[in-house]
């Protein structure tokens, strides 16, 4: 066994079954994510990795899906696994329900921490090009009114950059 598997064991990757609740196949894709972060895995590496992990039904059907795939001529890799499995395993619908969601979603209530958490969490999900920019003019554009005047004129273009910001605003306004 290789070390790089060996280390890829350690992280305890989740494994995946079909019979899953629809939001359990998103969750599954983030958490392997996370660990392919951590090892700093190469898109080879990580389909490698993610066939490891599959399991009954799921692993009969990325074999049958994946030479359909090579055999039309696709390069089959962990982009297009991603893909394919959303489209497999997280329906549509479920999908277009949380596209909507992130377009109508506001920080309300939400620290902004918790808000940046949930807008990255639903970006993913927008079916269009999103743009470092855009991103940051939509997350600055819902914030709370408070935190919204004092952020927005900075024109901050860069997600991690304007979290802090705001994040730092909301501290000032807190201490008021």
């Known amino acids: 066994m290789s070390r790089d598997l060996v280390e890829f064991r350690k992280c305890s990757p989740p ?5 899953a609740d629809l939001e359990v196949a998103d969750h599954w894709i983030c958490e392997l994510e996370k660990i ?16 490891y ?3 009954g039904e799921v692993e009969h059907w990325w074999r049958g899906t994946s030479q359909m795939l090579i055999d039309r001529g696709v ?5 297009c696994f991603n893909r394919v499995f959303l489209e497999k395993y ?51 554009e819902r914030l709370k009114y408070d935190l919204r005047r004092v952020v927005v004129p900075m024109a901050i273009t860069k997600f991690p ?7 730092v605003v909301e501290r000032l306004e807190s201490v008021d």
């Open 36 to 51: 392919f972060s951590v090892l700093g895995c190469s898109e080879e590496r990580k389909l490698a990795y993610v066939v």
């Open 15 to 19: 494994q995946f079954r079909s019979d």
């Open 90 to 140: 997280f329906l549509e619908s479920v999908r277009h329900a949380r596209e909507v969601e992130f377009m109508r979603l506001q920080q309300g209530e939400m620290l902004v921490t918790e808000y940046a958490m949930r807008f990255k969490h639903l970006a993913r999900f927008y079916t269009q090009a999103i743009f470092e920019a855009w991103k940051c003019r939509k997350f600055a």
């Open 53 to 55: 992990v599959l399991t």
């Open 161 to 167: 950059a304007l979290v802090e910001k705001a994040n």
């Open 75 to 79: 390069v089959v890799g962990w982009v």
